[in-house]
């Protein structure tokens, strides 16, 4: 009766005032139940405490950034011991299997199932010319098989071209099955994707088809790889994506990358990646298509694939690790990011104070504002304990290359950032061939011969408004 006497505003008014506090009490209840949840998760001691009091104290915030950016959702489409046999047998069966000679080799075998292997040739590509002309020509030459993933594709006369040549081949009866990250591709037209599918060819996202929700909680783990393998006898692997950028132009800055041509066995390598990437974004098994890939050369190679859903432990962060602490001449590295975690970063200044000569290349501008400026942080503690810091002039400097010594090199996708280390899908070739480490220290003499150095006397130079500026980004260090 009292309900039924009130005035009709003040009653409406008392039930959005109880829709109002069931929501608000809903929205913290979340926020402690994700706190509990960031608690159980294996996130550093202080990514833990930052979690727990932002959902605790700003769960308005801090609920929908840890549902895409906290919570792990990364998780193999099959158990990893299981995975790691079938790997080993299908590898065995073509000749990409052989036993690991040095500790490095070896514990990367344990942790990935991607052993060691000879009778490699391995061709270097050290620009974007080179490498799409290379790229297309294996393309149209392609007789049976196409597989080919991409960080980002864009829709320019580069990404065109590519799509042409893959409808010509699809058209010839050629299979096709191309995957892109839905996170750096985001610009792709549908309309290109739509000319794919009409000529037959099978293309995909990373996080394939799922509810939009789901896909949008895994936005966070990315596909960074660049891989292309034809008819399981040529791989093409590095860090260039499929754009106009990558090629020199007067009326453009330069991105400078590298990449690599690969025959013989760890082809085979390179195909079981790609099988493993295609049946996690679409649940279908497609190794009909694989075959030998007999040997060509006489490099030794090793495929590291590297990723959030790794065991135990990140094998790009194993392999940086690992060289920085059986290094005894030289470490050389070149990454466009350089915002390594504390054990990186430990490792590079304790090889430069036992005399290594270390040296990190990064580019003198970035295109990341944010990780370009938290970057420029870690000049001052590199510099003190000798890590040579030098900065590409000519363009943007976009490869990830790695020298150690005068036997072990390695070329791929993965930087020095907390998103290769943690994050993004990666991939990364490592060499222990001492011609294959010669040819690539000679192709990073030639950039460091376009480069500076960066001193602290230069850091500090820098106005106080970037300095604020660059401490201020290098607190979002974990996610750039």
Same mark, same amino acid.
């Given at each position: ?294 040997? !060509? *050369?006489?490099?030794?190679?090793? &495929? /590291? @694939?590297?990723?959030? %859903? ?7 962060? +194993? #392999? ?33 104070? !036992? *005399?290594?000569?270390?040296?990190? &290349? /990064? @580019?003198?501008?970035? %295109? ?7 970057? +420029? #942080? ?103």
């Amino acid at each position: 009766m009292l309900c039924i006497l009130q005035p009709p505003d003040l009653y409406l008014g008392s039930i959005w005032a109880a829709t109002l506090a069931g929501i608000v009490f809903l929205v913290h209840l979340s926020g402690i139940a994700l706190a509990i949840h960031a608690l159980c998760r294996d996130h550093s001691p202080q990514g833990t405490i930052a979690w727990m009091l932002g959902l605790i104290l700003l769960p308005w915030v801090t609920v929908p950034l840890y549902l895409v950016l906290g919570a792990t959702r990364i998780r193999r489409h099959t158990s990893i011991r299981l995975l790691r046999k079938s790997i080993q047998n299908f590898l065995c069966q073509h000749g990409a299997w052989e036993s690991p000679t040095s500790q490095l080799s070896h514990t990367l075998t344990q942790c990935t199932a991607y052993a060691p292997c000879s009778g490699n040739e391995v061709h270097l590509l050290r620009d974007g010319n080179d490498t799409y002309r290379n790229l297309l020509q294996a393309i149209r030459g392609a007789q049976h098989s196409i597989l080919l993933e991409f960080f980002i594709i864009r829709n320019d006369r580069v990404g065109i071209r590519l799509r042409k040549a893959l409808e010509e081949r699809a058209r010839a009866g050629v299979q096709v099955f191309v995957i892109y990250d839905e996170v750096g591709s985001h610009k792709l037209p549908a309309g290109y994707l739509r000319h794919l599918r009409r000529a037959g060819v099978q293309i995909t996202s990373f996080n394939g088809k799922r509810f939009w929700l789901s896909s949008m909680l895994r936005l966070n783990y990315r596909n960074h790889r660049k891989l292309v393998v034809i008819d399981s006898r040529q791989a093409y692997l590095g860090s260039l994506n499929i754009g106009l950028e990558y090629t020199r132009s007067a009326r453009r800055t330069y991105w400078r990358d590298t990449f690599v041509r690969l025959r013989g066995p760890v082809v085979s390598q390179c195909l079981v990646s790609f099988l493993d990437d295609w049946q996690r974004a679409t649940g279908a098994n497609i190794s009909h298509i694989a075959q030998a890939s007999p040997p !060509r *050369g006489n490099t030794r190679c090793q &495929l /590291i @694939p590297s990723g959030p %859903d790794d065991t135990p432990v990140n094998t790009w962060r +194993l #392999t940086l690790l690992e060289l920085a602490a059986t290094a005894q001449e030289r470490l050389w590295l070149a990454s466009p990011y350089f915002v390594p975690d504390e054990a990186v970063q430990a490792a590079l200044c304790g090889a430069a104070l !036992r *005399g290594v000569d270390v040296r990190v &290349l /990064i @580019p003198r501008r970035g %295109d990341n504002l944010a990780a370009h400026l938290a970057m +420029l #942080t870690y000049i001052p503690g590199m510099s003190a304990c000798g890590v040579n810091m030098l900065a590409y002039e000519p363009g943007f400097l976009h490869e990830k290359v790695c020298v150690k010594d005068t036997d072990t090199c390695s070329i791929g996708t993965a930087n020095l950032d907390a998103r290769s280390l943690q994050l993004n899908f990666e991939l990364t070739l490592l060499m222990e061939d001492s011609n294959a480490t010669a040819e690539v220290a000679r192709m990073l003499e030639q950039d460091m011969a376009e480069a500076s150095s960066i001193t602290t006397a230069r850091w500090n130079k820098a106005p106080r408004i970037t300095r604020l500026l660059a401490n201020c980004c290098r607190l979002l260090s974990p996610g750039l």
